[in-house]
């Protein structure tokens, strides 16, 4: 897909990724709608792609509610005339305990980044089928690919559904000319540090140990490679593709093995009932 004179909206635009992958898209000619719940970071990203020369829609938008996807849905179409890119991207990070994690907390978790994505993807895939063309990318994580450690179960779970629908969608869109692109970075410098919370344990100091993480990247680069699949209509964008093709080479080959090794890797959490 040519970029230029198309249309993109992206949730959780507002911030890290999603800005990074709104100016990328923006330089390369696509005018933007941005829905996020942070309105002061939208009505920012607002001046730097206004400053680009290109259409910008700001939209508050909660990715949980229906409503707010639906109106967004349609003030971007009633705004700019059509949709072409549809980049389903806002998320939220939580460390806890599978024990110790409430209900409600697994919901807080699964309704942003799981139920998020499909409602989003939903809102928009009758717009993009009556066309037969435009472009889906959903972002996952590596953790979507592996369960890189044993501290993040709500965000490992959310992220591996994400990661199957988006592989569903692929094999459904793609005869149908509407190309698709999962994102699963590793760590990436945003600000998902703000918007991320402690589940099922008070004391966080008890709970967190040193898991070995890769080298971040900014998160300015990560917008060029979505560009860069979305024009080329390519499926798998990875920030850290030795270190994610190894470990999926690994997990292919022998997931008893894998996850073996993964236990041996990572430092033991703590019995936080044993120990008291
Ligand atoms: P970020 O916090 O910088 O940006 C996320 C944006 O999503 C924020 O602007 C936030 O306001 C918005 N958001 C949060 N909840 C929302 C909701 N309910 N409705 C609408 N918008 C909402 O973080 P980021 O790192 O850029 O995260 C983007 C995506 O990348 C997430 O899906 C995240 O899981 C994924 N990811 C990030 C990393 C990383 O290391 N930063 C690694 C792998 C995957």
């Given at each position: ?24 898209l923006?330089?390369?000619?696509a ?8 309105d ?24 949980t509610n229906?409503?707010?996807?639906e ?8 705004t ?5 890119i ?8 939580m ?5 110790g ?7 807080w978790i ?9 409602r ?26 592996f ?22 969608l ?14 699963t ?22 709970w ?41 080479r ?27």
């Amino acid at each position: 897909m040519d970029v230029d004179g198309k249309i993109a909206v992206i949730t959780g635009g507002a911030s890290g990724i999603g800005r990074s992958t709104a100016l990328e898209l923006a330089r390369r000619g696509a005018d933007i709608v941005v829905a996020d719940v942070n309105d002061e970071r939208i009505a920012e990203v607002q001046g730097e792609v206004e400053a680009l020369g290109r259409r910008y829609l700001g939209v508050h938008c909660d990715v949980t509610n229906d409503a707010d996807i639906e109106h967004m849905r349609d003030a971007a179409i009633s705004t700019m005339g059509q949709v072409d890119i549809v980049m389903s991207n806002a998320g939220v990070a939580m460390i806890g305990p599978p024990e110790g994690l409430s209900m409600a907390e697994w919901d807080w978790i699964l309704q942003i980044n799981l139920y998020g994505v499909i409602r989003n993807v939903r809102a928009f895939l009758p717009h993009l089928l009556e066309r037969g063309s435009g472009h889906v990318v959903n972002t996952a994580s590596v953790a979507g690919l592996f369960a890189y450690s044993w501290d993040h179960p709500t965000y490992i779970t959310a992220k591996f559904a994400v990661v199957g629908f988006t592989e569903a969608l692929a094999l459904y869109l793609k005869p149908l000319g509407i190309g698709v692109t999962l994102l699963t970075p590793g760590l990436v410098e945003t600000n998902m540090g703000e918007t991320a919370r402690l589940g099922g344990v008070d004391d966080i100091s008890r709970w967190i140990r040193e898991i070995p993480l890769e080298t971040p990247v900014p998160a300015d680069a990560v917008g060029v490679l979505v560009a860069d699949a979305i024009s080329a209509d390519r499926y798998h964008v990875m920030t850290h593709p030795a270190e994610a093709s190894a470990k999926m080479r690994a997990r292919g080959q022998d997931l008893d093995a894998f996850v073996a090794s993964q236990i041996a890797l990572l430092p033991m959490p703590p019995n936080l009932y044993r120990e008291g």
